[in-house]
């Protein structure tokens, strides 16, 4: 408890040494870079924004000629997605004028309805996806514009970057926090000027690092598809300070160099993303893409102690396993399963040999011989079940074995002895 109060101190003091951009209230000179954005693209939904379909989280909106900041939206997650500005990739894909202009109005668009007061805008994790977003798509955006446009696109990144400083601390705990902090860092380093605020959000980024990163490249809600996401934001803004000539936080490197390999881990041989603890189905480009960026290209660990995971692969079976315990859901921010077992097969043969595979030493690490078996077959099926599990069953037969006593006492034999002859 002691810990997390000096960490919620250092959080609102870093928002303090963000204040005098607030307090001057002046507008950078210019814009120093634009980042790279690695997330995947569509050419075709240009079109689409275009004509005034909005598609996000699974619903479809249509303005026709209006604005979208202006309607109702159907959905609080549609209008994060929308307010987030992640689609901009999609225009900048088409590489066409018609798609750099309509960037442009729908940009000058929202700055010019205050569409930044919407509930849904301003929450601290869409603010951060939006900023990051506008960095990394400026020269979309800038592309034609004139001195005035650049002017108050530049005072707008500022205002946010501002208001995101001062509310960073109050963000969900987990993955939107540390997104906070890293859009921070976006805007000290592609923002002119911003010294001081490049080295307050450096250092705050590296404490949540060190407080959601675990040792083994996991992170704290033990969920797989963070890992993606924040991967995504993290490998971009390494390459920012290497263009800006900064020193990134030492936790960013190290914690990249851990959860590289953990997407190793989670990956299937076909390529798919293991779902656990609401992960949901991943694209297998996204993965590809981040693991393009592994120097290393190790192969994937068989025990993953810290996240609470286990791999045991043998032939052409594969078995992932939830061996942890559930997080606490302040943290997860989603769904928190509890332990299970996802596992691919290919033929009897092969669960005899994965099974084998298990009951090896190094299957599980340093357990006692006889707890070292994670799972076996149920009923003759085929299907693996987790240790725990199978000790429930085992507990459950024993209890109503004729052999058992109900109610405690020694086991005893109810069934009636029998003479050498075999007459009772």
């Known amino acids: 408890m002691a810990a997390e109060g000096a960490r919620a101190g250092r959080r609102r003091l870093a928002a303090l040494t963000r204040a005098p ?82 960037a442009r109005s729908l940009v000058d668009e929202w700055m010019t309805t205050r569409a930044g007061r919407d509930a849904a ?31 108050r696109f530049l005072k707008s990144l500022a205002r946010q970057a501002r208001q995101l400083g001062s509310i960073a601390s109050s963000a969900s705990d987990g993955a939107p926090r540390l997104q906070c902090e890293a859009a921070l860092a976006y805007a000290g380093l592609c923002l002119a000027g911003e010294a001081r605020l490049l080295k307050s959000a450096s250092r705050s980024l590296g404490e949540e690092i060190d407080r959601q990163i675990l040792a083994d490249g996991g992170h704290a809600s033990r969920n797989p598809a963070t890992l993606i996401d924040l991967l995504l934001d993290f490998l971009p803004l390494r390459q920012a300070f290497a263009a800006r000539n900064a020193q990134p936080p030492q936790q960013l490197l190290t914690a990249i160099d851990r959860m590289t390999p953990m997407l190793r881990f989670f990956r299937h041989g076909d390529g798919d993303f293991a779902q656990f603890n609401g992960a949901g189905p991943t694209p297998t480009d996204l993965v590809a893409t981040i693991l393009a960026y592994d120097d290393a290209r190790g192969l994937p660990v068989d025990d993953a102690p810290h996240s609470g ?114 007459e009772p």
Do not use: M
Request: glycine share 12%; proline share 7%; hydrophobic share 40%.
């Open 121 to 151: 805008a301003a929450a601290p994790a869409t603010q951060a996806r939006r900023l990051i977003s506008w960095f990394c798509h400026s020269p979309l955006i800038l592309d034609g514009a004139d001195r005035a446009f650049y002017r």
């Open 309 to 422: 995971y286990q791999r045991v692969a043998a032939g052409e079976a594969l078995a992932l396993i939830d061996a942890g315990a559930p997080r606490l859901r302040a943290v997860v921010g989603g769904p928190c399963g509890l332990s299970l077992v996802r596992v691919f097969e290919r033929g009897r043969a092969h669960r005899r040999q994965l099974r084998r595979a298990a009951l090896r030493p190094q299957g599980l690490g340093g357990r006692r011989a006889r707890d070292r078996r994670p799972f076996d077959r149920d009923g003759g099926r085929g299907l693996l079940v987790p240790l725990r599990a199978r000790r429930s069953a085992a507990l459950h037969r024993r209890a109503h074995h004729p052999r058992t006593v109900q109610g405690g006492g020694a086991p005893r034999d109810r069934r009636p002895r029998r003479d050498r002859d075999g």
């Open 21 to 102: 951009l607030a307090s001057a209230g002046r507008t950078p000179e210019k814009l120093l870079i634009a980042p790279q954005d690695l997330r995947t693209t569509d050419p075709t939904r240009a079109g689409e924004i275009y004509a005034g379909t909005f598609a996000f989280a699974g619903r479809l909106v249509e303005v026709g000629g209006g604005s979208p900041f202006l309607i109702e939206p159907p959905t609080r997650e549609w209008a994060s997605a929308l307010h987030g500005f992640g689609w901009l990739r999609h225009l900048r894909a088409a590489d066409t004028a018609l798609a750099r202009a309509n």
